[in-house]
């Protein structure tokens, strides 16, 4: 490297030329040891140009030379801040607009336009500068007149346009207070700084009695750039006042500017957004009613006599078809079966076909839903389940848009969330507001109110409120296992404040999944009572019981929100039933107390709509009741529910609803330990009644006896060689089990492993099935007991030292497998069958139709629990070797019948053929037919393999059915060897005869 490069890149580094610098905002850098310096702008660099040291190497290079040189340059920028010694802030790195003396300084390149540059610190970003840069080639003449001691000052191009604005400040109340040098803050207070201008609150005199700031509203004003992107960032520091009139620093927050402007609105601004929507939807009521030409026609063609015929005929032919049973949807619109539950599962499958690609979020797949959930789910009331936490919702905006959290902290910021939440000494709550001042115009608020008065005219008082809290715990997913076994005891504890409530009683043994079904309310106070915490405990016979996570939830944010989500809306309105209305408030209440609140005028009803705002809302498919009430709310609750149509003043309104929240332990910050399902509501103490809780308590599990009887079978794949014939034969049984336990891996084409079910049967052997027929006449009993809610089977065991006893559930489906028994080896698996009883796929009528289709998913099913009885084919299913696809291996003729256990007992049937209720043994029926009568000859199925001798009828049978033609063409060519030989014998004697005459 020469000599000239080496100065210039050492003189770039340290000096910039043409360099401005206006506003430099720190972020992450604090401490309390800054507060001087934090009120200050950064340190405005002043840089002398490099041109006059560069003026001594700039004859040894050439102009080309040179340039090609400063385009590749860049200018590094260091912030330090000098408080007893010299501290390291960041560094920046920025690129300058070059000039050279053929540019003309203008626009649009020059000047340079200012813009934010971060200035880093290792990875973190410690604060921001506002800075623009350029280097200008310096000619000759201007060279010699230069001087280095001049500094350049900031040209008015460059410089923004400094205008008056005004701040409004919110000065809610202090939350999570915290010590500070060994004594606790008491009389803490907020100073809110921009620039040179500051706002201090008042002081609360014992945050431990009331933690809301008196005289909350206060504004002042401020010049700073007209530009938004160049406005200052806010600093809003908190102190702590104390004895002898010593205030204690106690944190700080800072907070960009731009979040907070606001837009005021003329009258005149407003009035015109609402007459766009009425004549918008003027504009689609014409179009709705325009006719095409061609339409109208074809209207007023009349048909002929033969259409009208056909019409009327097909018509009564629809109203004479009697719908099936099995699939009638009636069923399914209200029953006695239904509760919260049904409504929850009927929403997961929502869920699942709006987020297909991402179910695994709660915890359980489509298929595994209650089939009186995926059937005729159009019939169903449902709400709106949300894979994570409300605030996170981008609709609701984390409930900010009254109320704003700031964490207070103290000391410097490392870039690591969780260290830096351990280093808060408190939360500021409140609301800023920014916009020009003063405003020349009738300028008002989104409510209509004058500008002149404030923003926050209108804004909640922020006094006592009390409430009564209730926490709906649906169930936990994927919680983190405590104990060795890989499962936990789970069971819950919510704290509000100072009151607690654990349901150590209801713990759940041995589950990471469990199903809570939990309400618990408890009554609080605001400002005292703002946060709930919902903790997951594993219980342990021995010691302390272990935190498996925790989450938190800040009621006063979702109280307040213009959102309302205290209590979420519902979806449709019923005043009975498992979906009953449960808000403290009818529809129509809520919906003119939104229009009171936002002075949008009272809603208009009609006969089939509601008019507010200006806009109309009308139901889909409204019919007109006898009670004039019921319409009115459900009018009014379609209003609330698109609320977020309505102009200037609509938003989403929280919906009812279950949120998906992490659980967190804070000894493992940052890790999730599992996630809790459930959703709070908030009343607030008032004349109003508060409304009765929701019933979610799990349903419990019903006890069933389900009997299969196996009748026949068909087309069985044969596998085995006879002895004697060669043919194809099988001695073929049918094993069957209701819960499984086993994993049957190679149905599906990979190699597994397979367990023998415990509760497994077994029907007796059909021996020489030559046809691939088998007749068993057998009947399986299954005992199980069932949830109706989850889809599965409930088995209870002891533990293993028999402390308690444990629940497991599993799908409740039934397998079938058809197996070809060997004597000598093992047995041969020829064909599985697996059915799920709450979605069994409709047996075909006969064997000929029994195929796989059956078993798709698109195949229509019915439930077996609610039609209790049924009987068809149904097919097997095997892998081929070859190919490893699924095949066709025979079909079984089945009957299920699923009973009660009270049922049962009452009407006991035997296992297999046996009493009570015994099935007749197995014949084989052969039809002998013609056309003028018809013979039935009965066989005794055969009883073992070797059943040559005992069945020789029948033996013969499948040997002629075997060998036909092989027969038939022996049969001739004996016959003609028989007439040839016969003809031999008799023409020598007959030819005798002839010659003799005789």
């Not at 802030?89 to 690129?95: A, D, T």
């Not at 010691?543 to 989450?551: F, K, M, N, S, V």
Request: charged letters at 25%.
């Amino acid at each position: 490297m020469s000599l000239e490069t080496q100065l210039l890149d050492n003189v770039i580094e340290q000096e910039a030329a043409g360099k401005y610098i206006d506003i430099a905002s720190s972020y992450n850098f604090e401490e309390d040891s800054l507060l001087d310096q934090q009120r200050q702008k950064l340190s405005v660099m002043e840089m002398q140009t490099i041109i006059t040291m560069a003026k001594s190497i700039s004859t040894k290079l050439s102009k080309k030379k040179l340039f090609q040189k400063i385009e590749k340059l860049y200018v590094k920028i260091e912030a330090l801040v000098t408080d007893c010694k010299l501290e390291f802030v960041g560094r920046c790195v920025m690129k300058p607009t070059v000039k050279t003396v053929e540019e003309a300084y203008a626009p649009p390149k020059f000047p340079p336009r200012l813009s934010w540059h971060q200035v880093y610190n290792k990875n973190d970003v410690s604060a921001e500068i506002l800075a623009a840069i350029e280097l200008l080639e310096l000619s000759q003449d201007s060279e010699d007149a230069t001087d280095d001691r001049t500094i350049t000052r900031i040209p008015p191009d460059i410089k923004p346009n400094l205008v008056n604005h005004r701040i409004e400040v919110v000065f809610w109340g202090m939350r999570d207070l915290k010590k500070l040098q060994m004594s606790q803050v008491n009389k803490p207070k907020i100073v809110i700084e921009c620039v040179n201008e500051a706002v201090t609150s008042d002081t609360l005199t014992n945050a431990k009695k009331c933690l809301n700031f008196p005289n909350p509203v206060i504004a002042f004003e401020v010049m700073f750039p007209e530009q938004q992107e160049y406005a200052p960032p806010l600093s809003l520091k908190m102190f702590d006042c104390r004895n002898f009139g010593i205030s204690v620093y106690a944190g700080t927050h800072i907070v960009p500017m731009w979040i907070f402007f606001y837009q005021p609105i003329t009258m005149q601004e407003r009035e015109r957004k609402f007459l766009s929507v009425q004549r918008s939807f003027v504009k689609q009521i014409e179009e709705s009613r325009k006719i095409d030409p061609k339409e109208e026609d074809i209207s007023k063609k009349k048909d002929s006599l033969f259409k009208r015929i056909c019409r009327c005929i097909c018509f009564k032919r629809r109203i004479e078809e009697k719908p099936s049973v099995i699939f009638d949807d009636a069923e399914f619109v209200e029953s006695d079966d239904f509760d919260w539950w049904t409504k929850f599962y009927a929403s997961l499958e929502v869920y699942f076909d709006n987020k297909a690609s991402d179910v695994t979020n709660l915890g359980i797949h489509f298929q595994e839903l209650p089939s009186d959930t995926r059937t005729s789910l159009a019939n169903k009331y449902k709400l709106k389940i949300y894979p994570n936490e409300l605030e996170s919702q981008p609709e609701f905006g984390g409930f900010a848009d009254l109320l704003h959290v700031f964490p207070m902290y103290k000391g410097k910021r490392t870039g690591d969330e969780t260290v830096d939440e351990q280093n808060t000494t408190g939360v500021f709550k409140g609301s800023l507001r920014v916009y020009r001042w003063p405003l020349l115009g009738d300028y008002v608020t989104a409510s209509g109110l004058p500008m002149h008065k404030g923003v926050f005219q209108d804004f909640p008082s922020n006094l006592a409120l009390r409430f009564v809290l209730r926490v709906y715990c649906v169930r936990a997913l994927g919680l983190r296992p405590r104990d060795l076994n890989g499962k936990s005891d789970p069971y819950l504890h919510v704290t509000l404040a100072n009151r607690a409530i654990s349901d150590k009683a209801n713990c759940i043994k041995g589950q990471i999944n469990p199903i809570f079904g939990r309400c618990f309310e408890l009554g609080g106070v605001f400002p005292q009572d703002h946060t709930v915490t919902i903790a997951v405990y594993d219980w342990d016979a021995v010691g302390r019981d272990d935190l498996i996570g925790q989450t938190k939830i800040d009621l006063e944010n979702r109280f307040y929100t213009k959102h309302r989500a205290h209590c979420g809306i519902a979806e449709d309105y019923l005043t009975s039933g498992y979906c009953q209305w449960r808000d403290a408030n009818k529809p129509t209440v809520i919906l003119e107390n939104l229009c009171r609140k936002w002075n949008i005028g009272d809603p208009e009803y009609g006969a089939t709509s509601v008019i507010v705002a200006r806009k109309e809302f009308s139901p889909k498919n409204f019919a007109i009741s006898d009670n004039k009430e019921f319409d009115r709310q459900v009018l009014a609750l379609t209003a609330l529910r698109r609320w977020a149509e309505v102009p200037v003043v609509g938003c989403a309104l929280v919906p009812e609803h279950v949120e998906t929240r992490s659980l967190y332990n804070p000894n493992k910050p940052g890790i999730e330990q599992g996630k809790l399902q459930l959703w709070v509501d908030v009343f607030p103490v008032a004349d109003l009644p508060t409304p009765k809780q929701v019933n979610i308590a799990p349903r419990k599990p019903v006890a069933y006896e389900l009997r299969v009887v196996v009748w026949n079978a068909e087309n069985i794949k044969m596998d085995e060689d006879d002895f004697f014939t060669g043919e194809k034969k099988s001695d073929v049984f049918i094993r069957g089990w209701e819960i499984a336990i086993c994993i049957l891996g190679f149905i599906c084409g990979f190699s597994s492993w397979l367990t023998v079910p415990e509760n497994s049967q077994y029907t007796d052997v059909h021996y020489r099935s030559l046809s691939g027929e088998a007749n068993f006449n057998w009947r399986f009993i299954f005992p199980f007991e069932y949830l109706s809610t989850e889809n599965r089977i409930v088995l209870k065991e002891k533990s293993p030292f028999g402390f308690d006893e444990r629940e497991n559930k599993i799908p409740c489906r039934l397998t079938l497998q058809s197996w070809d028994n060997d004597t000598f080896s093992s047995h041969d698996f020829l064909g599985i069958l697996t059915l799920e009883l709450s979605r069994l796929p409709r047996g075909a009528r006969v064997a000929k139709t029994c195929s796989l289709s059956i078993l798709q998913s698109n195949a229509p099913v019915l439930n077996l629990f609610k039609i209790r009885r049924t009987r068809g084919w149904w097919p097997l299913k095997a892998v081929d070797a070859e190919t490893e696809s699924e095949i066709f291996a025979g079909a079984l003729e089945l009957e299920f019948e699923l009973l009660k256990k009270e049922d049962a007992e009452n009407s006991p049937a035997g296992k297999g053929r046996n009493e009570p209720q015994a099935l007749p043994k197995p014949k084989y029926v052969i039809l002998e037919s013609n056309f003028e009568n018809c013979t039935f000859l009965n066989f005794s199925r055969p009883d073992t393999s070797f059943s040559w001798f005992r069945n020789p009828l029948k033996a013969f049978k499948f040997v002629l059915k075997l060998h036909k033609w092989k027969l038939i063409k022996i049969g001739i060519f004996v016959a003609l060897v028989f007439i040839v030989f016969a003809a031999f014998y008799a023409i020598p004697g007959y030819s005798v005869k002839k010659i003799l005459g005789a």
